[in-house]
């Protein structure tokens, strides 16, 4: 069971069904996609909305990805046609050695699947993983949809919450972690950098966790999908490359953000082969294999120039920079610890009322979209999570307007 659920209510009207599935009693759409829908259900009656919101980077694929694709189109007998269960040979081939660099942990094509995304690989985690009443311990806050795919695996989340310290910013709580631990654990799931802190964890954190799963079967699940993305001269460590943790490692990849390709919906999942085999009857089940021209579009992402990718973390660093300063201008409203990865922040603010309440209220009343902290958990109260992968002129437009709501509505609180 999933104990962040029922934030919001609104996407779809959704009613309860007698005929429903436990599993979907006990889950919900993530915050993050109802306050979307209700920024657009804003829109669409004429009023200009601006959003922190949803998180997208503003920047779409590079062009030699999508001539890549075209060419594919036109030229590749057989591309409307499912490639191989297990995706396309030559992109396993080049995501194992990928791996394999990066790691430094011996990884073959067979330890690979080629996923619609890492969303997928994390699903395909928790139900190859996860049995009715089995948990799964999630750093908190954390992305909302772990807890609607281990809530869908019929397991419990247990958030166990992070320190949040202004100036080491937000920190594993090994200690708490270890407390945690039951016999009913299954897996740790490690977001690094993570939505929605922005924090990058510390390698010494990081080894001490290994340390006390090392001892036990407990799996660690990696979301990687902004492993590119880290600022400053902040050290970046990987938890996957402990090599002692392995085989009990499944890791989480996308292109989504990295390539600017979150609808090509593409990524991979590595681990090891003996468990794959089992996670192919997931796949198989649920979509046979990732699309084929996104898996031709990844062979040109991962092999093509990744001068790209520098641009895209300089851009996204620029837009750091602007929303820091933009939240450091309302001090009587925020206080944050600054991201040093991801391209989110999450400032608690100063104010008497829920989050959903907050975020409600800067939607209709100052028409700018922002996600209240309760949907990444209950360490996630009292504070959004604001998205600065928006266009910079979005990012000071939607604090123009945060300002002026602040300035007329402060004393009312
Ligand atoms: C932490 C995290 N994991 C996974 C995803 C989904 O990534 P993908 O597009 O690869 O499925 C997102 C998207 O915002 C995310 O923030």
Avoid at 97 to 106: D, M, N, R, V
Avoid at 241 to 270: A, D, T
Avoid at 322 to 332: A, G, H, S, T, V
Wanted: hydrophobic letters at 40%.
């Amino acid at each position: 069971m999933n104990n962040n659920r029922s934030v919001l209510t609104s996407t779809g009207d959704t009613v309860d069904l007698p005929e429903l599935a436990v599993r979907l009693k006990n889950t919900s759409v993530s915050v993050i996609k109802e306050m979307t829908y209700l920024g657009a259900l804003e829109q669409n009656k004429g009023k200009d909305i601006v959003s922190l919101g949803v998180g997208l980077p503003f920047y779409p694929a590079p062009d030699f990805i999508h001539q890549h694709a075209i060419k594919a189109i036109k030229n590749k007998k057989d591309i409307d046609k499912y490639t191989l269960l297990t995706g396309l040979p030559e992109l396993r081939t080049i995501t194992a050695a990928l791996s394999q660099k990066l790691l430094g942990i011996e990884t073959s094509s067979d330890d690979i699947l080629i996923t619609p995304g890492s969303m997928a690989g994390l699903l395909y985690s928790m139900l190859t993983l996860v049995n009715p009443g089995d948990e799964v311990i999630l750093p908190s806050p954390y992305f909302s949809s772990y807890g609607e795919q281990v809530s869908i695996a019929g397991g419990i989340a247990v958030p166990v919450p992070m320190i949040e310290d202004k100036k080491t910013g937000y920190r594993l709580d090994v200690v708490n972690i270890k407390k945690a631990i039951t016999k009913k654990t299954k897996a740790v799931v490690i977001n690094n950098p993570q939505n929605p802190t922005g924090a990058v964890f510390l390698e010494e954190d990081l080894r001490s966790l290994a340390e006390i799963l090392y001892e036990t079967k407990i799996y660690v699940i990696t979301d990687e999908v902004y492993d590119f993305l880290i600022y400053d001269d902040t050290s970046y460590f990987n938890i996957a490359s402990i090599k002692k943790l392995w085989p009990r490692v499944i890791r989480c990849c996308s292109l989504s953000k990295k390539y600017g390709m979150m609808g090509w919906r593409i990524g991979f999942l590595h681990t090891n082969k003996k468990l794959l085999m089992h996670i192919l009857k997931i796949h198989d089940a649920n979509i046979v294999c990732a699309p084929h021209i996104s898996q031709e579009a990844a062979i040109a992402a991962l092999t093509g120039p990744q001068g790209v990718v520098n641009n895209h973390r300089k851009w996204l660093k620029r837009n750091r920079d602007i929303i820091c300063k933009r939240l450091d201008n309302l001090p009587d409203l925020f206080s944050y610890v600054k991201p040093c990865g991801t391209y989110y922040v999450f400032p608690r603010y100063n104010l008497p009322i829920s989050s959903i309440e907050f975020a409600k209220k800067l939607l209709y009343e100052a028409a700018v979209v922002t996600v209240p902290g309760i949907g990444f958990g209950p360490e996630g109260e009292y504070h959004l999570r604001l998205s600065f992968g928006s266009p910079e002129d979005a990012i000071n437009k939607s604090f123009d307007r945060i300002e002026l709501w602040w300035n007329v509505k402060k004393r009312s609180f």
